[in-house]
């Protein structure tokens, strides 16, 4: 079976810096792939890519073998392939619920007119929108929370909004901007259980960028490492945690071979 | 989406004011010339809602002027030297206003905040210029006496009367007036309560994420800034067939602020919060008539007091009195 | 050619420090000052009533100029501006109390000095000519030495004292200024005395040539955007670059299309218009700055 996502010899350049350099993997159907790398590896210019956020220099992306890349982020995400942001991007003055009501209008039937004269299909969407909301936000435990404001949500509960508003979009593939920066050993493990039924029970393909080692060895399928804007190794967790470039890379050595 | 019994009472209370009680106590009163002041609330409060409605995708609009005075030129070009009859001028000014906003607004609404702001500034300064530049605009003398808005009959039925036969044009102007503007507000209630408007609010706070989750922001942006426009080109349409006359100086860059400041005094997040900015500065200007040169002084005077004490606009003082958000 | 050049020059040196208080006082506070324009213009009025009418040195009158508009530009940040920025909901109320002040400040103007026009005496009389292919009269070449003098000290202000170093901290990052233990409250109120003081400056300048009127205040405040959207809010090389750019683009089209009138005007709002279609951050500016 074809991969799902390709990523195929992918560059982005900012004038003279290289963010990104010629970098290709796979990403199969219903896998948690991580993708991560010191601080400034070009993580997050890759996921900005992927989800067309920035445009590439040279190479492309591809999903079932169709270009993702360089279209405008909401083509991507009407594809199924839906990002999510860190903590602080949100609907800051819209409900838990309403963020993730709006967040589904994708699946709207009714059209733009349809609801501004109130047709039956709109209100059928309404309602089934609102029924939607419920059942995710109960899937996610934040059924609790659901009528509070987002700009009142403390940090943990924000990454998970950010996660229900991602999910609302019926996505295919989730890709999730370091979801457990920040948290705590019980919250992470939490977040990882939380991720993992998002694709067991929810058939999400799931990509991440993340900092945090322990949680991206438990939780992933397989991992690329970035540094410098290179792709260095790609594996399981234990090829991972043995590859020599890897650890190098961890323990910083690379710098010295960059003064040469 | 269904009414309270609330909102129904309020919604009937206002149709019988407008209609009915100014009527009555201005007849009583003998005070004629509040028609004038009171048709001239309602066109404003309609150029004013369509800056409420760009402020309602994150886009602080102080271009206004530019459109009603595009729609005021075009209902006022058809009118005279086409020979249309303004009732059919009217829509089209509208539409021309929305069709410019669409070109204009292609490059422009891709600039934020304050960025935005100064260019849509710009914009009426640009309509002033065009309007003094272009030989079919008549340059500095503008374009006058345009006729009356004609009757419409259909099958010989009157629907419209012709209001160069009517003793008391002010009433019928007022009247139209008040139509219009219920009307643009409903349309502008419905917009925002629909899926437009939740997919509005939700790039007004952050457009990253709406694109995110599919929302075409750049589409959303100019369809809501075509609408704006149409309803400062319906309004300013009006205004020129009631002044039967227009100058490139009938909308300049005050207008478009003060446009702007209706809807900030009225409160941004009210639909209804434009009506009653636009009510309350122009009907307090016109009352401070009466202090002669210090009319202005007086003016901005409480409008600084006003941002300095209300910085979040009139309708945040009063939740639960007449608020049909 | 030569003349073009020169009136470009002049101009453009007289915009720059107009856009110059305008960007200084976005980059500190995020405030789009509409009455930058009014201030403008009461700085002509100024130095029109100490030098014009009651004979005190032009220099002198300049100064007064300076000091009147930094303390009102003062008592403005202070009792208004920094109250409502910290009490409202949304940035954009500023905008609305910019527009409240320069309904206030044309109304002040009004009642204290009329509607009329007013000049002054020149300054010093006649006209530099050089062959009848420049000819510049001496007041206002001294005048525009003089905006360029200003404008340098005003950068060497910036970069060189500590007032200039805290207000750059300031307009970079607030909340790291304040953490570096910059006054901020404090430098808000010296950075928006300092740009009123440039706009009063300017006023008092180019009353010797063009005298002022109350309605200058709206067309110079657009045109002051104009130059800031050029150049790219809140930077400082940017408005100084607007400010040239406007002057010689003005200079020219008046030189060539004298004959059409305002269409000038039109000509350069429609290229701004493209411009900004293509680098919506303006010459200088950081994209979304």
């Known amino acids: 079976m074809s991969p799902l996502i390709q990523v195929k010899n992918v560059t982005k350049k900012y004038g003279g810096l290289t963010a990104n350099n010629d970098i290709s993997f796979d990403v199969a159907e219903n ?57 602080t991007t949100i609907f800051k003055s819209m409900t838990v619920r309403e963020s993730v009501v709006v967040a589904q209008h994708l699946r709207a039937k009714a059209s733009l007119a349809g609801y501004f004269w109130g047709s039956k299909a709109a209100k059928e969407d309404v309602d089934a929108f609102g029924k939607y909301a419920d059942e995710l936000l109960e899937f996610l435990g934040m059924s609790p929370i659901s009528n509070e404001q987002a700009s009142n949500l403390p940090q943990g509960s924000l990454r998970a909004l950010g996660i229900a508003i991602g999910l609302a979009t019926d996505p295919k593939v989730l890709l999730l901007d370091e979801p457990f920066a920040g948290m705590n050993h019980d919250e992470t493990m939490q977040m990882v259980d939380l991720v993992r039924s998002v694709r067991d029970e929810r058939g999400v393909t799931v990509m991440l960028v993340e900092h945090d080692m322990p949680a991206v060895m438990n939780i992933s399928d397989r991992i690329v490492v970035l540094n410098f804007g290179e792709k260095i190794a790609e594996g399981t967790p234990s090829e991972i945690q043995n590859n020599e470039k890897v650890i190098e890379a961890y323990l910083g050595s690379v710098d010295d071979e960059i003064g040469m | 989406m269904g009414f309270s019994g609330k909102q129904l009472m309020g919604v009937g209370i206002f149709l019988f004011v407008i209609f009915i009680g100014v009527p009555l106590i201005i007849a009583a009163t003998g005070r004629w010339d509040f028609y004038y002041t009171l048709t001239s609330v309602a066109l404003l409060a309609i150029a004013s809602a369509g800056v409420w409605l760009t402020f309602y995708i994150g886009r602080i609009n102080i271009g206004q002027g530019a459109f009603a005075l595009i729609g005021a030129y075009v209902s006022a070009i058809l009118v005279v030297k086409a020979g249309w009859s303004f009732w059919i001028s009217l829509p089209a000014a509208g539409l021309f206003a929305a069709l410019v906003a669409i070109l204009i607004g292609l490059p422009i609404l891709r600039l934020r905040g304050v960025y935005f702001a100064m260019i849509t500034l710009v914009l009426t300064q640009v309509a002033t210029l065009t309007a003094l530049a272009l030989p079919i605009t008549n340059g500095a003398k503008g374009i006058s006496s345009i006729p009356l808005p004609s ?77 704006s426009s149409f309803f400062g080109g319906i309004g300013g349409a009006m205004f020129g067939s009631i002044a039967q006359s227009v100058y490139p100086s009938s909308f300049q860059v005050a207008d478009s602020v003060n446009f702007m400041l209706n809807c900030f005094l009225g409160g941004l997040g009210y639909v209804f919060g434009p009506m009653l900015g636009t009510l309350v500065l122009y009907f307090g200007w016109d009352l401070l008539f009466e202090f002669g040169k210090y009319q202005m002084l007086i003016y901005s005077t409480i409008l600084i007091l006003l941002i300095r004490f209300l910085p979040n606009g009139l309708l945040s003082l009063s939740i639960g009195k007449g608020d049909k958000k | 050619m030569e003349q073009i050049l020169a009136n470009g020059v002049y101009l453009g040196s007289q915009y720059a420090m107009i856009a110059l208080g305008l960007t200084l006082i976005f980059a500190l506070m995020n405030v789009l000052n509409f009455a930058h324009g009014q201030m403008y213009v009461i700085g002509g009025f100024v130095t029109y009533t ?114 200039g170093r805290a207000l750059r901290a300031l307009a970079q990052d607030r909340t790291a200024a304040q953490l570096m233990g910059v006054n901020v409250d404090r430098y808000s109120m010296i950075g928006f005395a300092l740009g009123a003081m440039l706009a009063g400056l300017v006023g008092g300048l180019l009353v010797t040539i063009t005298g002022v009127n109350l309605g200058m205040g709206g067309p110079t405040s657009i045109k002051a955007f104009m130059m800031v959207m050029i150049g790219g809010a809140g930077v400082i090389s940017g408005a100084i670059w607007g400010g040239i750019i406007l002057g010689f683009m003005e200079a020219i089209g008046l030189a060539l299309l004298y004959q059409y009138g305002d269409i000038t005007y039109l000509l350069i709002f429609v290229s701004l218009m493209i411009f900004l279609a293509i680098r919506p951050q303006g010459l200088m500016g950081k994209p979304w700055g």
């Open chain 1, 31 to 87: 896998e948690i792939l991580s993708v991560i790398g010191p601080n400034g590896a070009g993580k997050s210019t890759l996921f900005k890519m992927i989800s067309s956020f920035v445009p590439t220099t040279s190479g492309e992306v591809l999903y079932r073998g169709e270009r993702i890349s360089n279209l405008k982020p909401h083509i991507v995400a009407r594809k199924g392939v839906v990002r999510t942001f860190q903590e």
């Open chain 2, 151 to 227: 009757g419409v009959s259909i099958f010989g039925i009157p629907l419209i009367p012709d209001f160069s036969s009517m003793e008391n044009t002010k009433l019928a102007f007022y009247i139209t007036a008040c139509i219009l503007m219920i009307v643009t507000y409903a349309a502008l209630y419905r917009l925002v309560n629909s899926r437009l408007g939740h997919l509005c609010r939700s790039m007004q706070q952050n457009e990253e994420l709406a694109s995110s989750i599919g929302v075409n922001i750049s589409y959303i942006r100019i369809v809501i800034f075509a609408i």
């Open chain 3, 50 to 163: 100490f030098y014009g009418q009651w004979g005190v040195p032009f220099v002198l009158a300049l100064v007064m100029s300076c000091v009147t508009l930094a303390i009102l530009g003062a008592l403005i940040e202070r009792y208004l501006f920094a109250p409502v920025i910290k009490g409202s909901a949304r940035e954009e109320s500023t905008m609305l109390l910019a527009a409240g002040i320069a309904f206030f400040l044309d109304a002040v103007i009004l009642l204290v000095f009329g509607e009329k026009q007013r000049g002054v005496p020149k300054i010093i009389d006649g006209v530099f000519n050089y062959d009848f292919k420049l000819i510049m009269p001496y007041d206002r070449i001294l005048i525009c030495f003089l905006a360029i003098l200003s404008i340098v000290a005003f950068i060497g202000l910036m970069q060189y004292t500590k007032t």
